[in-house]
């Protein structure tokens, strides 16, 4: 279904799989009558067809008869030129038509080195960047992911932002447009029937002042009928939630290029700095029996050899070794490997290492995310030197010599004996192994440390915490690398200066949609990618558009200030933020 003009040009591009569609599982439709959705994942094609959030909401939407849902990725730069230079606009990749054309565009927008790629597939889609000057001939662009816990630095892009998860919202808009559609109602009337659905912001309904030091003066609703809260949506039965056991196949090997078994969503835990934590509350979980149910059906459905078991803390979940050994029955036979993800070091037990050998084995890899118990106790992981010990020994006994550890520097309350934990924590981690006389025999161990860079998100106690400047991230990244003096310790650290666009954005507000424009014009595009990010650029642009980066990324903000996103709510009160913020700041 690719565009004629193209044919003859795919051979010149990288991985032409990435743009031609009729994987196995697509799904094609009578377009007659049907409302047209584009589902773009601002991101390359392997990065896009391994998101789970992707493959549930294509498979909701097209069940829907009224309802063609297509896929859409960000074209890598060669691809894009050779669109524009045969004047192809982008294209969904099940019709192969322009989704100028298509009644919704909707974007996933998962991190916040995402936001110039909407801009960029947006150009290629030949779609006016702004609401304001989108007309009735152009589609209604709505956007859902994490990063809408502050819409606020793309707002203006966009028509509707949903918040939270999208499974039972989505279908009710698509209600809501049918019904508006053949009652003939415009855009605007549409976009104020759509602001009453929960979990649905419109930001042109909603009109916004600044102070002369340029925080925010007010947030209100322009008319008395538009809420002036918006409340998250989420599935509250997740046991019997649709789960896509016969999605799309990809041509071109995915990142994640294996069936993902969501195991339960939202966290009992609370870490401070973890958005996750807080805005997927409650916890809710499927039972092992479906579990197993949807893995097999799964495995049928796409021919993967491999079952990932996803959550955000998997060893929290309750029925893990009931789930291990109910897929060990079937999954050594079938020839269908089991992995784990990141596991919590405190609830890690022997009840789940005993199911362990049948599972693809390797590394194991933990989160301890600081150095030491008082920084632990400042984040309020809820991990301690015991639970580090204890799992460790139980890791190593069962004859793994490898090991991932997870950190964050520059947290709040953070001290230059708490950064260097970290490759103490690390030494003790190699002292454990050749301590433990269940150790293997005859081989040496690894211990691989991950260190990020702390960034304030939205509807955290942490929040209000600003991120430590450029050359303070360096000195402490040069802290732990001193620190280490054992070549079976290996060091990793993110790229500092990508974490500080993530924390301009994560605490932007309106104006920076503008500085999002110009960073595109000015180049910036796949920031998430180390060979296209440029620091310089982002500053420039952010410099251009009237504002300071340090005051978004670096400002301790006042717990009486109103912020960007307070107009949003995910079920935890800011009056809890604001206690916890303030109990880990006074942790000596």
């Known amino acids: 279904m690719i565009p004629?003009?193209?044919?003859?040009?795919?051979?010149?591009?990288?991985?032409?799989?990435?743009?031609?569609?009729?994987e196995v599982g697509q799904i094609v439709k009578e377009k007659e009558g049907k409302i047209r959705f584009a589902y773009c994942f601002p991101d390359t094609y392997e990065i896009g067809m391994s998101n789970l959030g992707m493959k549930i909401l294509y498979g909701i939407l097209n069940d829907m008869d009224q309802v063609w849902c297509e896929r859409v990725f960000a074209p890598w730069p060669d691809m894009a030129k050779k669109m524009k230079e045969n004047e192809v606009l982008l294209y969904g990749l099940e019709s192969g038509e322009a989704i100028r054309n298509f009644d919704f565009v909707s974007f996933s927008m998962q991190y916040e080195l995402c936001y110039t790629n909407v801009l960029y597939m947006l150009e290629l889609a030949g779609i006016p960047f702004y609401a304001k000057d989108r007309g009735e001939e152009y589609p209604v662009l709505i956007c859902g992911g994490h990063c809408t816990f502050n819409p606020e630095p793309f707002a203006d892009f966009f028509d509707l932002v949903y918040i939270g998860e999208g499974e039972e919202a989505l279908p009710e808009l698509m209600r809501l447009y049918d019904s508006c559609r053949k009652s003939g109602k415009s855009k605007a009337e549409f976009l104020r029937h759509a602001a009453h659905i929960e979990g649905f912001?419109?930001?042109?309904?909603?009109?916004?002042?600044?102070?002369?030091?340029?925080?925010?003066?007010?947030?209100?609703?322009?008319?008395?009928d538009v809420p002036a809260t918006i409340q998250k949506r989420y599935v509250k039965d997740f046991e019997n939630a649709y789960y896509p056991t016969s999605p799309?196949?990809?041509?071109?090997?995915?990142?994640?290029?294996?069936?993902?078994?969501?195991?339960?969503?939202?966290?009992?835990?609370?870490?401070?700095?973890?958005?996750?934590?807080?805005?997927?509350?409650?916890?809710?979980?499927?039972?092992?029996?479906?579990?197993?149910?949807?893995?097999?059906?799964?495995t049928k459905g796409t021919g993967y050899t491999e079952i990932s078991l996803s959550a955000l803390s998997i060893s929290d979940y309750t029925g893990l070794p009931d789930l291990?050994?109910?897929?060990?029955?079937?999954?050594?036979?079938?020839?269908?490997?089991?992995?784990?993800?990141?596991?919590?070091?405190?609830?890690?037990?022997?009840?789940?290492m005993d199911r362990v050998p049948g599972l693809k084995k390797g590394s194991f890899t933990f989160a301890p995310e600081a150095g030491t118990q008082r920084l632990r106790d400042v984040i309020r992981k809820g991990v301690t030197e015991e639970d580090i010990t204890r799992t460790m020994n139980y890791v190593f006994s069962s004859g793994m010599t490898a090991v991932k550890l997870y950190f964050i520097d520059g947290l709040p309350n953070e001290k230059d004996e708490d950064v260097e934990g970290i490759a103490d924590l690390a030494q003790r981690v190699v002292n454990l192994y050749y301590a433990n006389p269940e150790k293997p025999k005859g081989k040496s161990v690894s211990v691989n440390i991950s260190v990020a860079c702390f960034i304030p998100k939205p509807l955290t106690p942490f929040q209000w915490a600003g991120q430590n400047s450029l050359e303070e991230v360096e000195r402490k990244q040069k802290l732990v690398r001193d620190r280490i003096t054992t070549r079976k310790i290996s060091y990793n650290w993110h790229d500092a200066r990508a974490s500080r666009v993530e924390a301009v954005m994560a605490r932007g507000d309106r104006r920076l949609s503008r500085a999002i424009e110009l960073a595109y014009k000015k180049g910036q595009i796949f920031d998430s990618w180390d060979e296209f990010f440029h620091l310089d650029v982002w500053e420039d642009a952010i410099c251009e558009a009237g504002l300071d980066s340090s005051f978004y990324a670096n400002r301790t903000i006042p717990t009486s200030e109103l912020l960007p996103w307070d107009h949003i709510t995910a079920g935890v009160s800011k009056a809890y933020l604001v206690k916890e913020y303030e109990e880990a700041m006074n942790i000596l």
Not at 204 to 209: D, M, P, R
Not at 272 to 285: D, L, W, Y
Not at 324 to 352: A, H, N, T, Y
Request: charged fraction near 30%; proline fraction near 7%; include cysteine.
């Open 324 to 352: 291990c050994e109910g897929l060990l029955s079937w999954c050594p036979e079938e020839k269908v490997r089991l992995s784990l993800p990141s596991m919590r070091v405190d609830s890690f037990s022997q009840k789940i």
């Open 201 to 224: 912001y419109a930001p042109s309904l909603y009109e916004v002042t600044y102070h002369e030091d340029g925080t925010l003066a007010s947030f209100a609703p322009k008319y008395e």
């Open 248 to 298: 799309v196949v990809p041509h071109v090997e995915a990142v994640h290029d294996r069936t993902v078994l969501e195991v339960f969503r939202g966290c009992i835990r609370g870490c401070r700095f973890c958005q996750a934590g807080m805005v997927c509350r409650p916890k809710r979980e499927r039972s092992p029996q479906k579990l197993d149910e949807l893995a097999r059906a799964a």
């Open 4 to 22: 004629e003009r193209l044919e003859d040009v795919l051979i010149h591009v990288e991985k032409p799989g990435r743009y031609i569609g009729g």
